[in-house]
């Protein structure tokens, strides 16, 4: 199983740069099934907080940071895992199929 982490979009404070709102995804993928989950992360701080990062210089890196000291990442890879091995499981147990031989 493969998970993959990454950010869509970052909501912030646009006087301070201040993130206040993280919107994050897992892509799971196995055997060519796919799932994700997409999440928003809700954070605060303040520009005096330490290691404070101004918004320019913050890396999709940094952020995903955040989300994996925030979030229960491995329940989520867990619940995205067990989704896909129930998609596969049904696939192998169809007996039909549609389409057309052209």
Same mark, same amino acid.
């Given at each position: 199983?493969?998970?993959?982490?990454?950010?869509?979009?970052?909501? @912030?404070?646009?006087?301070?740069?201040?993130?206040?709102?993280?919107?994050? =995804?897992?892509?799971?993928?196995?055997?060519?099934?796919?799932? @994700? =989950?997409?999440?928003?992360?809700?954070?605060?701080?303040?520009?005096?907080?330490?290691?404070?990062?101004?918004?320019?210089?913050?890396?999709?890196?940094?952020?995903?940071?955040?989300?994996?000291?925030?979030?229960?990442?491995?329940?989520?890879?867990?619940?995205?895992?067990?989704?896909? #091995?129930?998609?596969? #499981?049904?696939?192998? =147990?169809?007996?039909?199929? #549609?389409?057309?031989?052209?």
């Amino acid at each position: 199983m493969n998970h993959t982490w990454s950010i869509l979009n970052l909501k @912030r404070t646009t006087s301070t740069g201040v993130v206040t709102e993280v919107k994050y =995804q897992c892509l799971s993928e196995h055997d060519n099934m796919i799932d @994700r =989950q997409i999440e928003k992360l809700i954070i605060t701080g303040s520009t005096s907080d330490e290691g404070f990062i101004e918004y320019g210089n913050l890396t999709e890196e940094n952020v995903l940071g955040w989300v994996n000291n925030l979030v229960d990442t491995s329940s989520i890879e867990t619940s995205l895992s067990s989704s896909i #091995e129930d998609m596969l #499981e049904v696939i192998s =147990q169809n007996t039909s199929s #549609e389409g057309t031989p052209w």
